[in-house]
């Protein structure tokens, strides 16, 4: 099938017309200089002087529990527990028989009423029901007498990175999977429900390319999420490209991913084996990032640490052996300092296997010259600011938030990719372009967030194209309109480098292409 976009406009060039033929680009030029190779093709399709982007990679978010949020009772909408109450009540009645209610996305930051959800505001929906509902940062959890009971909890728990309180229900970071453990595994068809669930959003968001974590974000066993994905490339049937990002239940289950020949690199360009990745502590959110100091705003709590840095160097050191990456979720400038310690130890001179470190939020300036002197991947989300401008001076005070993050800084000195960490934020490639040149949170109206750490758009639109193909090592083939690249697109109403950078959310994406397939039209 050979396909022309005609009248599109580009940025930084005159050509006005893309072919490509089957997956792969074959021409980009003029009307004028291609006409015999636009009559000889098969389709044509008049843009009308819209934009075209390389296809928009979100370097890390989870796809699979995207769909399995999508899936569930959905709270982000919730300004109070009443309203989670209301929400989940409508959810008891899809349920059969053994379910659990399961929900996501409440941010009591958002309650215009100053509550919280805990354990008795959940009996209130059904103490025969299992109710467990996951915040929207995916690092606490709150549930009913029903789940402490099939969990054999009666009193305070404590765990290794992790906790369940008994009084409130609330389950944080590592005690999660303890949870999660209870519930019954969704088979890998329905597996395959919430990825095709997922990657339809995704596709409406201009989305081709993901770096995903999915082996235990629903499951606890990383088979499943792999068997699935798996059998959607071999079917034909994924409309993005995912490169997983490989996170374990415990060290057992790495080894035993290693001894079934899995490793970096492993699979083709629909699914592929990725990095090694980390949990090394919570979210800013729910003041689980494990800071060095006591959160400003709650001076019982440092946080939490979620691995000890000799797990850390473990793991590690088994991933190099395998020439695998290893990047790290770690958010709190105490997780950062480990991490740093880890790497400085492991690491080649330049990195070149892009080692890395997820999310990029609370640094100081001697953490941010060390990743860049180390030449640490950088797995940002600008979306963030969405949400944390209105929060993270009041977290962790006026000082450290001055040098938090730091986009632009480590834009120049490293390589630097952008995401959404979907579910946490959605994968709306737009209001993160306009949280990345403004800094200012578009919920919460108010002065930019440190505003030298702005990007330019072409900067912003750099770390959501060629930037995520480079850190995905397919820089070669993704993240730029160039013959003999793979023909994914992002086809957007308005230019993004004319559009005020305040009204860069109105930005409509209007199709989408991936590998020659028209995977959305609005």
């Given at each position: 099938m050979?396909?022309?976009?005609?009248?599109?406009?580009?940025?930084?060039?005159n050509?006005?017309?893309?072919i490509?033929?089957d997956?792969y680009?074959?021409?980009?030029?003029?009307?004028a200089?291609?006409h015999?190779?636009i009559?000889?093709?098969?389709?044509?399709?008049?843009l009308?002087g819209?934009?075209?982007?390389?296809?928009f990679?979100?370097?890390?978010?989870?796809?699979?529990?995207?769909g399995?949020?999508?899936?569930?009772v959905q709270?982000?909408?919730?300004t109070?527990v009443e309203d989670i109450?209301q929400?989940?009540?409508k959810?008891l009645?899809?349920?059969d028989?053994?379910?659990w209610l399961?929900?996501r996305g409440y941010n009591?930051?958002?309650?215009?009423?100053?509550?919280?959800?805990?354990?008795t505001?959940l009996?209130a929906?059904?103490t025969?029901v299992?109710?467990a509902?996951?915040?929207?940062c995916?690092?606490?959890?709150?549930?009913n007498?029903k789940?402490l009971?099939i969990a054999g909890?009666t009193?305070?728990?404590e765990m290794?990175?992790?906790?369940i309180?008994?009084e409130?229900?609330?389950?944080?970071?590592?005690?999660i999977?303890?949870?999660h453990?209870?519930?019954?595994?969704?088979?890998?068809?329905?597996?395959?429900s919430?990825?095709?669930k997922?990657?339809?959003?995704v596709?409406?968001?201009?989305?081709?390319?993901v770096?995903?974590?999915d082996?235990?974000?629903v499951?606890?066993?990383?088979?499943?999420?792999?068997?699935?994905?798996e059998?959607?490339?071999?079917?034909?049937?994924?409309?993005v490209?995912?490169?997983q990002?490989?996170?374990?239940?415990?060290?057992?289950?790495?080894a035993?991913f290693?001894?079934?020949?899995?490793?970096?690199?492993?699979?083709?360009d629909f699914?592929?084996?990725?990095?090694?990745?980390l949990?090394l502590?919570?979210?800013?959110g729910a003041r689980t990032?494990a800071?060095?100091?006591?959160?400003?705003d709650?001076?019982?709590?440092?946080?939490t640490?979620?691995m000890?840095?000799?797990?850390?160097e473990r793991?590690?050191m088994?991933?190099?052996?395998f020439?695998m990456?290893t990047?790290a979720?770690?958010i709190g400038?105490?997780?950062?300092d480990?991490?740093?310690d880890?790497?400085?130890d492991h690491?080649?001179p330049?990195?070149?296997?892009?080692h890395?470190?997820v999310h990029?939020?609370?640094?100081?300036e001697?953490?941010?010259?060390?990743i860049?002197d180390?030449?640490?991947?950088?797995?940002?989300?600008?979306?963030?600011v969405?949400?944390?401008?209105s929060i993270v001076?009041?977290?962790?005070?006026?000082q450290l938030a001055?040098?938090s993050?730091?986009?632009?800084t480590?834009y120049?000195g490293?390589?630097?990719?952008?995401g959404?960490d979907?579910p946490?934020?959605?994968?709306d490639?737009?209001?993160?372009?306009?949280?990345a040149?403004?800094?200012k949170?578009?919920?919460?109206?108010?002065?930019?967030?440190?505003?030298?750490?702005?990007?330019?758009?072409?900067?912003a639109?750099?770390?959501?194209t060629i930037?995520?193909?480079?850190?995905?090592?397919?820089e070669d083939?993704i993240?730029a309109i160039?013959?003999g690249?793979?023909a994914?697109?992002?086809v957007?109403d308005?230019?993004?480098?004319e559009?005020?950078?305040?009204?860069?959310h109105?930005?409509?994406?209007?199709?989408t292409v991936m590998?020659?397939r028209?995977?959305y039209t609005?």
């Open positions: 050979k396909t022309a976009m005609i009248h599109c406009r580009m940025h930084g060039r050509e006005d017309v893309i490509y033929e997956q680009i074959t021409h980009v030029g003029n009307e200089d291609l015999d190779e009559s000889d093709c098969d389709e044509i399709i008049d009308r819209m934009f075209v982007s390389p296809g990679v979100d370097s890390h978010m989870h796809l699979l529990e995207l399995f949020y999508l899936s569930s709270l982000d909408g919730c109070s109450q929400a989940c009540r959810g009645n899809t349920l028989e053994g379910d399961l929900g009591e930051d958002r309650f215009i009423d100053g509550s919280k959800p805990d354990k505001a009996d929906i059904s025969d299992p109710i509902l996951t915040r929207a995916g690092h606490v959890m709150t549930v007498s789940v009971e909890i009193e305070d728990f290794e990175g992790g906790r309180i008994y409130t229900g609330r389950v944080e970071e590592n005690a999977n303890l949870i453990g209870l519930q019954k595994e969704p088979d890998v068809e329905k597996l395959q919430f990825i095709l997922g990657q339809e959003y596709n409406a968001c201009g989305i081709t390319t770096g995903s974590d082996f235990i974000s499951t606890h066993d990383y088979r499943g999420p792999l068997d699935a994905y059998k959607l490339s071999y079917q034909g049937r994924l409309t490209r995912v490169n990002q490989c996170e374990f239940a415990d060290d057992q289950a790495f035993s290693l001894d079934d020949g899995y490793t970096f690199d492993v699979g083709n699914f592929r084996i990725g990095p090694l990745k949990i502590d919570g979210s800013l990032a800071m060095n100091h006591s959160y400003q709650d001076s019982t709590t440092k946080g640490m979620c000890d840095k000799q797990d850390m793991d590690v088994l991933a190099n052996r020439n990456p990047i979720h770690c400038d105490r997780a950062v480990e991490w740093l880890v790497l400085q690491i080649c330049g990195n070149p296997l892009h890395g470190i990029c939020q609370i640094l100081r001697d953490q941010i010259r060390k860049i180390l030449n640490l991947s950088c797995y940002y989300q600008s979306i963030f969405d949400y944390d401008a001076s009041e977290r962790v005070g006026s001055e040098t993050y730091p986009f632009h480590l120049e490293t390589l630097c990719s952008n959404s979907a946490v934020e959605m994968p490639v737009m209001k993160g372009l306009e949280c040149v403004t800094r949170s578009l919920s919460f109206p108010g002065k930019a967030m440190n505003p030298k750490e702005c990007l330019s758009v072409e900067e639109m750099a770390t959501y930037n995520g193909a480079r850190q995905l090592f397919m083939r993240g160039k013959e690249y793979y994914d697109f992002a957007l308005q230019n993004p480098y559009v005020e950078t305040d009204q860069l109105t930005v409509r994406v209007m199709m590998d020659g028209m995977v609005r």
